[in-house]
């Protein structure tokens, strides 16, 4: 399957991907894909990426003004059903 995404749905997807549970297994799968879709440092330069800490939260921040092309991605379906099969969505926060 190829995806197509923007550096903002990248940053995204790879929060929400070290957000999910699961099995051994199911958790490998999730760092290899977080590690497909992160953006290498030359991206990181050139939209101002950076970690600030606020209120004792971990924040990432960037330049909205900045932005780079959209990049595709071929995911497999091995990819993707040793991600979706058994993972499930973390604990609730309220």
Do not use: Y
């Not at 929400?16 to 051994?24: I, Y």
């Not at 004792?56 to 780079?68: H, M």
């Amino acid at each position: 399957m190829k995806l197509t995404f923007d550096h903002t749905q990248r940053l995204n997807l790879h929060a929400l991907l070290g957000t999910q549970r699961g099995d051994v297994a199911t958790i490998r799968a999730l760092w290899a894909l977080q590690d497909k879709i992160a953006l290498d440092l030359e991206e990181e330069t050139a939209i101002g990426l950076k970690w600030d800490i606020v209120a004792g939260q971990e924040r990432v921040v960037w330049n909205p003004s900045l932005c780079l092309s959209p990049k595709e991605f071929v995911l497999t379906e091995v990819e993707l059903a040793g991600s979706s099969r058994r993972s499930r969505p973390g604990p609730d926060t309220a």
